[in-house]
């Protein structure tokens, strides 16, 4: 099981696991890999329903990437990032009207229980179809069942061509 060091002292380390802890126990030796915890990254995502270190969860085949990324990176500085200057409309004339979104920024839908995040997430995303636009549903402590319906409505109107459903339920390790 593959996990990253949170805590190195001299008679013991501390770490959380990424899969199954059912044979751990306390006391037993590990090994270290001697690399950075990474995910791939790359068009091969596309369509998919992965796991937060890119394993699949879909009935579809092995992911063929072509490129891996650390996932502990230092940010880039305000200066050396791209520009945002191009709109992203979200099809919610509404939420158009009122904000503005630009194309590559990151969105976090924040609200109470049943007040329509997932609709407005789900409705933005099909409303991208055909613009090029590259888009990511990250479903984290949800039921199984609910990012179930997600993949489906999405798969509906063919918007998987374009989304990766990047998943943690709340049932996952």
Known sequence: ???????????NVGVTLFGDDSGIKEG???????RIAEVPVGDALLGRVVDPLGNPLDDGSIIKFSEMRKIEIKAPGIVDRQD?????????????AMTSIGRGQRQLIIGDRKTGKTAVALDTIINQKGKGVRCFYVAIGQKQSSVVQVVEKLKKYGAMEYTTVICATAAMP
């Open 1 to 11: 099981t593959i996990g990253t060091v949170i805590n190195l002292e001299e008679d």
């Open 84 to 96: 945002v200057c191009e709109p992203l409309e979200t099809g919610i004339k509404t939420i158009d």
């Open 28 to 34: 037993m030796q590990v090994r270290r890999t001697n």
